[in-house]
């Protein structure tokens, strides 16, 4: 049985760093093929996909915000991590982590989500 | 960046009734290679995270009821749901993977009369 979930700070002041955690169970990141990914969701919009992390920890990230995200695991406690530099209001939203099955690029399994406010 | 483009954005339909939503992607998402359409279809009920219902174009992912059907190729695709239920309450979402950044379109809300 495949699960993911999320945590994180809850909330965070402007120009502060997002760290994100995802801890999952019943798949292994160091399988062939396997991958992590980020998704965020604003309150009432639409989906943004923010990284991918890989079982060879290649990464792949949203140029939109490349330069401020950095992706991470590890392995061998099944966690993947995600931060975000220098947060702003616009970073406010909830953020998923989900799987990618080996050979593909979709997201097959969700972790409920954790809800992250950027305010001064 | 593929640009996904997603119509209509909310219908309301009677439990029974048949289910049109339309993604369209700003290129081909065929990929060669694997002679495969690269997109994936999701559900978001209220409240709840989003849950994969098709991946490419047209396989439907295990669990999914066969009421729901993908299909489509190249740049236009549909998702059809037959027989619409109560429990089909939801925003309905593509996804394409031919490239990055990976890019989902806009959501179709579903309403049930």
């Known amino acids: 049985q495949v699960t993911l979930k999320e945590s994180g700070p809850g909330i965070l002041q402007p120009s502060q760093t997002l760290s994100l955690t995802c801890t999952f169970s019943?798949?292994?990141?160091?399988?062939?093929?396997?991958?992590v990914g980020w998704i965020r969701q604003p309150s009432g919009k639409g989906l943004e996909w923010l990284a991918n992390i890989w079982w060879d920890d290649d990464k792949y990230y949203n140029p939109s915000l490349k330069n401020r995200l950095t992706i991470s695991k590890d392995t061998s406690n099944n966690q993947a991590f995600l931060k975000i530099t220098n947060v702003d209001t616009a970073d406010t939203a909830t953020y998923y982590c989900?799987?990618?099955?080996?050979?593909?690029?979709?997201?097959?399994?969700w972790g409920p989500g954790t809800m992250v406010t950027v305010s001064s | 960046d593929i640009v996904m483009t997603q119509s209509p954005s909310s219908l309301a339909v009677s439990a029974g009734e048949t289910v049109t939503i339309n993604c369209k992607s700003s290129?081909?998402?065929?990929?060669?290679?694997?002679?495969?359409?690269?997109l994936a279809w999701y559900q978001q009920k209220p409240g709840q995270s989003p849950k994969l219902l098709i991946y490419l174009a047209s396989t439907r992912e295990s669990g999914v009821p066969d009421r729901f059907i993908g299909s489509g190729s190249g740049t236009d695709f549909t998702l059809t749901i037959s027989s619409v239920q109560a429990e089909d309450l939801a925003n309905y979402y593509c996804q394409q993977y031919y490239d990055t950044p990976l890019t989902f379109g806009s959501g179709t809300k579903l309403e049930i009369k």
């Open positions: 989900a799987r990618i099955p080996p050979g593909h690029w979709y997201f097959d399994f």
């Open positions: 019943g798949f292994s990141l160091s399988t062939y093929g396997m991958g």
């Open positions: 290129q081909s998402l065929f990929g060669s290679v694997r002679q495969k359409n690269y």
